[in-house]
């Protein structure tokens, strides 16, 4: 017999009803992700003595504040050590780590990425020259999936957004990355560290504002990185909310500066930081 509109509803709702109990609904669990889950109480840490390794021997520091990285320079067997060091981190139980580690984990093995691929296809001018694939069905740099993490396969934008941004909602991150590019925030120094993640943050946060390419002033307009423009999420939209949300990191004498009714412009600057040849 046919259903009429009436009775296909009351049978739809009563389906609904039998899977309620106690005026609760029961919905399928939705699966935990492997790198969201953490052990908060762990006092395990992640081997970063490789990264530092390279990041001293071929972290360049300008006069202007500047870090580059000496792509050109880096020998085979520091070629294999850092291919030694991605492995090593692919194949770490990361969900056995506290958070403060885990970050520090995520932080370093991004911009350690970012160094690889650069070294892949040295001497490229910019990293977004880099295309993979055949026209229309090319990616850029950022969505090509560059890394398998325990049989997932993961790109640089995946570490950012479906990892970082997800796993700890802190716009401080941005500035902890870097896109191998002269505008980005510069390389660290040494690896991030989970007992100094906060405080390599706020420095990097600090050292990438009151630098030039963070923000400044020409012939009195406000010009800002295009970072903030990029991740409205955490720094807002429009020049208001971008620099309430970056303002207590800007030097006093720099923040009187700035007059909030200043016509405004953004600015990124993605040519290569190469420090090639540059070594002492």
């Not at 709702?13 to 052990?39: D, F, G, H, I, M």
């Not at 505008?183 to 040494?190: H, T, Y």
């Not at 012939?219 to 429009?238: A, C, I, M, R, W």
């Given at each position: ?45 992640v ?30 067997e520091d ?40 070294l ?111 991740y ?7 020049k ?37 040849g540059?070594?002492?």
């Amino acid at each position: 017999m046919a259903l009429t509109r009436r009775s296909f509803i009351a049978l739809h709702l009563s389906l609904v009803c039998s899977a309620c109990s106690a005026n609760k609904l029961y919905l399928p669990k939705t699966t935990e992700k492997w790198w969201q889950r953490y052990s908060n109480q762990s006092k395990q840490f992640v081997d970063h003595n490789s990264w530092a390794y390279l990041l001293k021997k071929y972290l360049v520091i300008t006069p202007q504040r500047n870090h580059l990285f000496a792509y050109g320079d880096v020998t085979l067997e520091d070629k294999e050590r850092l291919d030694g060091y991605l492995h090593n981190l692919s194949s770490f139980p990361v969900e056995n780590l506290s958070r403060r580690e885990q970050y520090a984990y995520w932080l370093n093995f991004y911009n350690a990425l970012a160094v690889r691929l650069i070294l892949s296809r040295y001497l490229v001018l910019s990293i977004q020259d880099i295309k993979f694939g055949f026209p229309p069905f090319t990616n850029d740099a950022f969505n090509e999936k560059l890394i398998d993490i325990r049989n997932e396969k993961f790109s640089l934008s995946d570490l950012r957004h479906k990892v970082l941004l997800q796993l700890f909602d802190d716009p401080r991150l941005h500035y902890g990355l870097c896109d191998a590019a002269l505008g980005s925030p510069n390389l660290p120094i040494k690896p991030f560290t989970g007992d100094w993640v906060d405080r390599m943050l706020d420095g990097a946060a600090l050292d990438f504002i009151n630098h030039s390419k963070g923000l400044f002033i020409e012939n009195d307009e406000l010009v800002l990185s295009e970072l903030f423009q990029k991740y409205p999420t955490e720094f807002g939209h429009g020049k208001a909310s971008q620099l309430s949300a970056i303002k207590n990191y800007i030097v006093p004498g720099r923040l009187k500066k700035i007059d909030v009714e200043m016509a405004v412009r953004y600015h990124f600057d993605w040519s290569l930081n190469d420090g090639t040849g540059m070594l002492g």
